[in-house]
Each structure stands twice: as structure tokens, then as C-alpha cells.
């Protein structure tokens, strides 16, 4: 069984060329993984680096039920950082076949299963870290070109191609590691901010909360009535704060406004604007 995984992997491996050469040749990362873990702990897993995908096999690190639970607590996370997990076996592997600076790209797409897609680099390549960091559209795209290009090609119902746990118990989140979504909502509910400061231009302004909010909900595609609903205002006091926002920029229709937070200083994400 495993010989016919260890075979298929390095015959697919040409199909992985083209995502592995870009993050080299661009981005400094070096190896490129993907994961169909279940949840009952068995996978279906493919990596660039015939050599560790040999070594992980050879020592059966498929039945690391502690790395398992890390990899299924994706369900709760999108992004994890191989330098921010506790210390186990299979990290330690990595870092022993010069596999390091990792992260983890999560996606749930099934009660039963979760996919995931590692990327890392070497040892020195310490500065990798802050790649991921600031520029996560660029893993998404490349989940998306995997998606689109490499996976329909790949022999997910088959179980001949299944690595498979001795231990078959089902796997779990464990919730103590984890910040809970009730400590976060408590965080937004104790740190409100009444500003938004910008600099458009060499123009200095401020937006109220409220303003910020209608602004940006906007910038989403939501009409007058839909930012309205979702603000618990009335349309007209919605269209009270868009005319202050555009008397504060000299702005004169919805684009132009929009076009406001271009020249903030942070990325505000649609999740930050649902809680504020």
C-alpha cells in the first residue's frame, strides 16, 4: 500500500511544478504541501519533496495524533504558523530534513474532512515569516491555481491512495488552546473607536465611526437601504453621513468616496466592520 502512495507522489510531482517553480523562483519558498486530512485521522497527502514525503511515511507520522489535532484545529483558524506549535515529532522532522519557516492554509469544506496546504522554506529563510504575514492574497492565489489546475487531477475518493492510522478515533478540537470567539467579541465590545484618521493627498481628516462604517459598507456593494438595515439607521441618516464624508473630502459621488480608504493606513478587513 504505502509503496503505491510513495510512487504515486513522485509521479504526480510534475503536476506541482509549476505552483513549486513560482514560489521559488519568486518568493523564497521552497517546499509546497497539500493535505486532505480526515476526520477520523487518515489523509491523502502529496509534497514536492519526494525525500520528506518518504521520510514521513517511513515513520509512520500519520499516526501523530497530537500533530493530527493540530492539523484538524484548521477548522478553527485559517492561517497557522509552524513557529507559533508546540514542539512534536512530525515539526521536528521537518526541521531535520531542513524543511522550516512554514505555514498552514486552511479550508472546510466538509464536516468529514478539512484541506490543507503547506508552504515552507528552508531553515535560514527566516524572513518568509513575514511574507506570509503581509501578503496573504498571494497564498489564497495560489490555493486557487492549485484548485483550478492540480486538483481535479487528483484521486481523492480512492483509498488505495489513502495513508491510514492504526488508531481510528475520531479527531477533535481542542477548544483550550484557542482564543473563543466570546473573548473576541468581548474585545470589540471594550475597544471602540469613535475616529478613523486619514491623509488623502496631503488632506487631513478624520471619519466618525458610524461614517467609517457606511463607508465601507458601501465599498462592499451595499446600497443606501442595505447599509441602512445593517447599521440599524434610517436610509436618510445614511445619506446624512455620506454628504458629511463628502463635505470633510470634497469628494462628489459614491466613487470618489470610496475611494477614501485607498488612503488609510490599515487593511480593514469585512470581518473588522461586521464587529465595530
Avoid at 492510522?165 to 479527531?171: F, G, P
Avoid at 473630502?249 to 466613487?255: I, V
Amino acid at each position: 500500500m504505502s509503496s503505491d502512495i510513495i510512487k504515486f507522489n513522485k509521479d504526480f510531482s510534475p503536476h506541482l511544478d509549476n505552483i513549486s517553480d513560482i514560489l521559488l523562483k519568486n518568493l523564497d519558498i521552497h517546499f509546497f504541501e497539500y493535505t486532505r486530512l480526515y476526520k477520523t485521522g487518515s489523509r491523502f497527502y502529496i509534497s514536492n519533496n519526494q525525500n520528506w514525503f518518504e521520510y514521513f511515511i517511513a515513520n509512520n507520522f500519520q499516526d501523530d495524533d497530537e500533530y493530527n489535532q493540530i492539523l484538524w484545529g484548521g477548522i478553527k483558524r485559517k492561517y497557522t504558523l509552524w513557529t507559533g506549535l508546540p514542539d512534536n515529532e512530525v515539526l521536528s522532522g521537518y526541521f531535520k530534513n531542513n524543511m522550516w519557516n512554514g505555514l498552514i492554509y486552511s479550508l472546510k469544506n466538509n464536516e468529514n474532512y478539512i484541506d490543507l496546504f503547506s508552504f515552507s522554506s528552508t531553515i535560514e529563510n527566516k524572513h518568509v515569516n513575514n511574507l506570509y504575514i503581509n501578503n496573504k492574497d498571494i497564498i489564497k492565489k495560489v490555493v486557487i491555481i492549485f484548485k483550478n489546475e492540480i486538483h481535479k487531477n487528483l484521486p481523492l475518493g480512492d483509498d488505495k491512495f489513502l495513508l491510514k492510522t492504526h488508531d481510528r478515533k475520531n479527531l477533535s478540537v481542542d477548544n483550550t488552546s484557542l482564543i473563543s470567539s466570546e473573548m473576541i467579541d468581548n474585545f470589540y465590545k471594550q475597544t471602540k473607536v469613535g475616529r478613523y484618521y486619514f491623509n488623502m493627498e496631503g488632506l487631513e481628516f478624520y471619519l466618525t465611526r458610524m461614517e467609517f462604517m457606511c463607508l465601507t459598507l458601501m465599498s462592499q456593494g451595499n446600497s443606501i437601504k442595505e447599509v441602512a438595515n445593517k447599521c440599524s439607521i434610517s436610509p436618510r441618516t445614511v445619506e446624512s453621513h455620506v454628504n458629511s464624508i463628502k463635505l470633510k473630502t470634497g469628494q462628489t459621488n459614491r466613487c470618489g468616496i470610496i475611494s477614501i480608504l485607498n488612503h488609510s493606513p490599515f487593511d480593514f478587513s469585512k470581518e473588522y466592520v461586521n464587529r465595530i
